[in-house]
């Protein structure tokens, strides 16, 4: 059964059919919901009463959602309430947009119930952590101000008993009777301090040190007094002259301190624990997603294939193909799965010597559907003069396979004319260069200083993973994966480096 939330959410939508949507989504989860229809309206609303959340539309009349997020903002009342945007905009501009405006994620129209549940959920998880974590550190502050302070001071003239003077705090601190503080030493404070200690010989060698040179010692110490541990921060300064011995010294203790940190450690560690839950929901998702299109594929055949046999009419040729097409996206099922187990999974390296142009055919061959569909040229160059290659065959079509993908997807996404993905090997003594470029709109500088950085991704259905996938697999061949600077006429472009023969380190 999904959790249930009794957290406001505030949807600024000029749409009411979206808004109806959303609610119907979300209400079962136990949020309350609250619609406003317009920028200025929504900016009200959230002054008012701040919402746990806020769904904001892009495109609306009057102020659009990105300056409506900026307001949001700039407001001390309303500055840290997280922003879900919501936009039929999918390209890379309206994500840079999103996240430069203040937005914390976004989902693209049409609303997917799963997605929005899942995203809603994340956000509001992180931002209830996050305050928790605000509220500890003023408590933590607060705990350093009232922190119980204790001050001593002993002193010795020569050829007499020495005298120690403390304060109350001090006493109450290290438990000492009137009698007892009376008689303290500084002997006696050592004793108390490395009784507990870990590293006792390094805390007695630099007292030492600093009690014979006439210099100040600092350590923060776990100590026990009448069977209570307590940690102290210690300062003592000794001064030596001829005539006399001084030590000032001061006792701090910040037992309740450090449990508020380590308190705060927890939550630290239950924060990293939910965006880890989150990228998992995130992982199931792009598995549904990309399979989703090959399996429709193979119903729709199996279905054709049906009213043929049914009615006895197709012809061998037909039935062929359709078989064919059949094999073709059982192969992509087939990749899908492979890419996401390979997340979780590290498969033996399976060596086997092979012909690079054989293995970048038969690739291409998987990319046939998409040739044809949107006229998509395919260019190999540098092939003819290889010789075989020893490497491992599946890991690295693994690889190719991820990278033309990404290229295809790419242009589809910002067409260009006369599309085209080109393929180049260049021989460089033992290592061999592969090359896979478009001639699309290329990597922004904002995304390539993050291309294989963990769930970095411009497109709300990804996961982020392919590239730090491919870049894992390529090392563990031995090589090199890299993105090369955008140049003219060119658009994405990334270089595999290989050994032609693997040689296990």
Known sequence: MDELHNEKILVIDDNSVNNQLVATFLLPCGYTIQVAEDGEDGICKAQTAPPDLILLDVMMPGMSGYEVCRLIRDNPVTADIPVLFITADDSVDSHEYAFSSGG????????????LRTRVANLINLSRTRRELERLNRYHVVSEKLSRTGHWTFTQFANRSGVCSC?????????????????????DFHNLLICDAVDRRSVAARWNEAQRMGGIFKELAACRINGEKKILRVWVEFIRDA?????????????????????????????????????????????????????????????????????????????SEIVKDVEDEVMRAKSVVERMRSVVSRRPLQLESFNLRDLVRRTL???????????ITFVQRGFDCLTDIYMDRDGLQQVLVA???????????HPVP???????????????????ADNGVGVSSAVADRL??????????????????????????????????????????????????????
């Open 104 to 115: 914390n994620d976004f989902i693209a129209k049409p609303i997917c119930e799963m997605v």
């Open 452 to 505: 294989f950085t963990p769930f970095a991704t411009t497109r709300p259905d990804k996961l982020g993973l392919g590239l730090v996938v491919c870049k894992s697999i390529v090392k563990r061949l031995g090589g090199s994966l890299e993105n090369l600077p955008r140049r003219r006429k060119c658009g994405a472009a990334f270089r595999i480096t290989l050994p032609l023969e693997y040689k296990n380190a």
């Open 167 to 187: 304060s109350a705090q001090f006493r109450k601190i290290m438990a000492l009777d009137e009698k007892h503080a009376e008689n303290f030493s500084v002997a």
């Open 243 to 319: 005539n006399y011995f001084k030590v000032f010294g001061s006792v701090q203790d910040v037992t309740e301190l450090m449990m508020m940190l380590y308190e705060e450690m927890s939550l630290e560690s239950k924060l990293a624990v939910d965006e880890r839950y989150s990228a998992m929901v995130e992982s199931a998702m792009q598995l549904a997603h990309e399979l989703n299109q090959p399996l429709a594929s193979i119903a729709l055949n199996v279905n054709t294939i049906k009213i043929f046999v049914r009615r006895g009419d197709f012809k061998q040729q037909e039935l």
């Open 365 to 375: 061959q998987l990319f046939k559907r998409e040739s044809v569909a949107m006229s």
């Open 418 to 436: 006369r599309p085209g993905v080109l393929l180049y090997t260049r021989l460089d003594g033992d290592q061999i260069h592969i090359y896979i």
């Open 403 to 413: 990278l033309i993908k990404n290229a295809c997807e790419s242009l589809q996404e």
